[in-house]
């Protein structure tokens, strides 16, 4: 008998979509092929749980989720029916939690009890609500972001309020103070310069200073000695001997100076007493009176006759005018 084509499109066809089918629900994760135990879990809040998410205890991988299915009508709850892959002993008293890890999908996570009876297939487990890492984040970080964004928004208005005081003058007296900055900068760099900048320099003369000094250090030694030396001559001379000796002398004068300043004394009288200053003075007056007639009255006193006839004037009263010159009588 002969085959048609249209019976074998037909049977390509079938065959592909079974194939589809079968490679499909292999990716799912299930096996059509073999029967699986199912047992199910019932959440108020499924997260990123979806069909496919592996299911596990202690780790490690015992199934997945087959279907999610509401509860009712009024979203009372979400049932999770779960495929399990491998055959173990699960404990009626274990719960189940959805946890949402970082980095990867979220699994359900069963929480093994201590009961001795176990689940069956068509069992319900119990659950909990997991707060993971991700919704404790959350929670803590939602009042710092509200703050952050009123914050923002307090910066945004004052940036505008600035914007609206700072014109187009202010702007450049901003723009002068910058580049004045950048001036002094610069004039920084150049005096902190470590070849040419004045500071270099004087660190380079105090440097020069100190080579000096330390190449002095034998003659400032030899300068220390000597003062030292000049000192210990100094400590070790007998001062107290040399302040009694002018001690004594300033006594002495003191005793002199009484004396001359007393009129009993001689150098006392003579300071003292005018009489004897106005007989020396006397003395001396006739003396020059004397002198003065002599000179211009010699023949009153020699009478020779070489010099004339004798001088019969008077004698004179005062000393003679000495600026005068005086010729001889007769």
Not at 78 to 103: G, M
Not at 140 to 153: G, M
Not at 222 to 239: G, H, Q, R
Not at 307 to 330: L, Y
């Amino acid at each position: 008998m002969k085959i048609s084509n249209e019976t074998k499109v037909g049977v390509l066809t079938i065959t592909a979509l079974t194939l589809l089918i079968l490679g499909f629900n292999f990716l799912k994760g299930r096996d059509i092929l073999t029967k699986r135990k199912k047992i199910y879990a019932s959440f108020n809040d499924l997260g990123s749980l979806a069909k496919s998410n592996e299911v596990k205890i202690n780790g490690y991988v015992i199934g997945s989720v087959y279907a999610l299915e509401v509860k009712d009508k009024n979203m009372s709850g979400i049932v999770a029916t779960i495929n399990l892959t491998e055959d173990i002993n699960i404990p009626r008293d274990s719960k189940a939690l959805i946890s949402s890890p970082l980095v990867g999908s979220s699994y359900i996570l069963i929480e093994k009890g201590t009961d001795s009876v176990y689940l069956q297939p068509g069992d319900t487990l119990k659950t909990r609500v997991d707060i993971g890492i991700l919704d404790d984040v959350k929670a803590q970080l939602t009042p710092t972001l509200t703050k952050v964004r009123t914050t923002l928004d307090s910066l945004n208005t004052i940036f505008g309020s600035i914007n609206g005081l700072i014109n187009s003058d202010a702007k450049t007296n901003l723009q002068q103070t910058l580049a004045n900055l950048n001036r002094a900068s610069s004039e920084l760099n150049g005096l902190l310069n470590n070849q040419t900048g004045p500071l270099a320099a004087t660190l380079n003369n105090a440097k020069s200073i100190t080579e000096g000094l330390k190449g002095n250090t034998e003659n400032i030694t030899a300068t220390i000695t000597n003062a030292k030396k000049a000192s210990e001559k100094l400590a070790s001379l007998e001062i107290q001997p040399t302040i009694d000796s002018l001690n004594a002398m300033i006594s002495q004068l003191k005793m002199v100076a009484n004396k001359v300043a007393s009129k009993d004394g001689t150098i006392g009288a003579l300071l003292n007493d005018k009489t004897l200053y106005n007989k020396l003075n006397d003395a001396i007056l006739s003396a020059e009176i004397l002198i003065d007639d002599l000179r211009l009255h010699p023949k009153r006193y020699v009478n020779l006759s070489i010099f004339g006839k004798k001088d019969k004037t008077g004698p004179i009263t005062s000393p003679a005018k000495k600026d005068t010159a005086v010729s001889g009588g007769n």
